[in-house]
């Protein structure tokens, strides 16, 4: 039996990187998903995919900075698929550029987007979820959860604010059957990083540099945090719950790696 057999899943920023990742593996697994983006385009050309591939997704369009519309997307769900059993909120964006140069707009913005909305889809996500013996709610964070990096400072500190809302979520709604945890993925492959990358001067250099200090050295791929997703999803993880998982090739396991040292041919 797929694990996700008759579950339905709820995901955020579904349209590229990590959240098409997970919608892709979930459909899979059996899961009928409901895709939250922005794009129409790119979310229902995925859909259609999923769906002639043999498993079961549509599109919602919604800008989940907006309440109402995070509120509609849940109630669509619910409409045509009856239920809610998973809440995957991957939303998030980046802005590259020193604090004393965000407007306070352009802070609110990221906020509202990367923490908020957050907030909003599990409060109105909530009374369908408590319905279910079992629900699943997982956060994306990242390493930046842990650790700061150089000229991100709204995106570390809404990372931060990620992993310690998933806490709160994972410890108060225990009694209700709900299980909350946060994925913090390190260098992945998505629009996101290179989003970061172009930021600098020279972003091969910068990139290659960054991925010299992961043991495995190797970049992550959506599916590898989809992966991690799919396993909170369901009770492979029985009994977790308000904690994080880092997946991110043992970047975070050091305080100094370079795996440019190592020229035998296994790295």
């Known amino acids: 039996m797929k694990k996700l057999e008759g579950k339905t899943a709820w995901v955020s920023g579904a349209n590229k990187g990590i959240g098409e990742g997970v919608v892709r593996l979930f459909a ?16 229902e050309r995925i859909a ?10 549509f599109f919602i369009p919604c800008d989940v900075t907006r309440e109402d519309q995070i509120r509609a997307s ?12 998973i809440l995957i909120n991957n939303a998030g964006i980046v802005e590259v550029k020193m604090l004393h ?4 707009d352009e802070w609110d913005y990221l906020m509202n987007l990367n923490v908020r909305s957050m907030f909003l889809s599990f409060k109105y996500a909530f ?6 013996e079992r629900s699943y709610v997982i956060n994306i964070g990242s390493i930046s ?8 400072p709204a995106y570390t500190t809404s990372k931060g604010a990620v992993l310690n809302l998933s806490k709160s979520i994972g410890l108060d709604y225990a009694r209700y059957g709900i299980r909350c945890n946060c994925i913090c993925p390190g260098i992945t492959d998505t629009p996101m990083l290179h989003r970061h990358l172009n930021a600098e001067k020279d972003p091969e250099t910068h990139y290659r540099n960054r991925l010299a200090r992961v043991p495995l050295n190797i970049p992550l791929y959506p ?4 992966k991690a997703c799919l ?16 997946v991110d090739g043992g970047y975070l396991g050091c305080a100094e790696w370079d795996a440019s040292k190592y020229d035998d041919g296994k790295g």
């Open 28 to 43: 899979l697994e059996g899961a009928k998903v409901a895709m939250i983006g922005r794009t129409r385009d790119e979310g």
């Open 223 to 226: 599916l590898d945090i989809a």
């Open 145 to 152: 959860s842990f650790v700061g990096q150089d000229m991100t």
């Open 48 to 57: 259609r995919e999923i769906c002639g591939a043999g498993g079961e997704a």
């Open 127 to 132: 009374p369908h979820l408590v319905l279910n």
């Open 231 to 246: 396993y909170f999803s369901c009770e492979d993880s029985s009994g977790i719950t308000a904690t994080s998982l880092v």
């Open 74 to 85: 849940i109630e669509e769900t619910v409409s045509r698929y009856g239920s809610i059993d």
């Open 101 to 104: 140069e965000y407007t306070a």
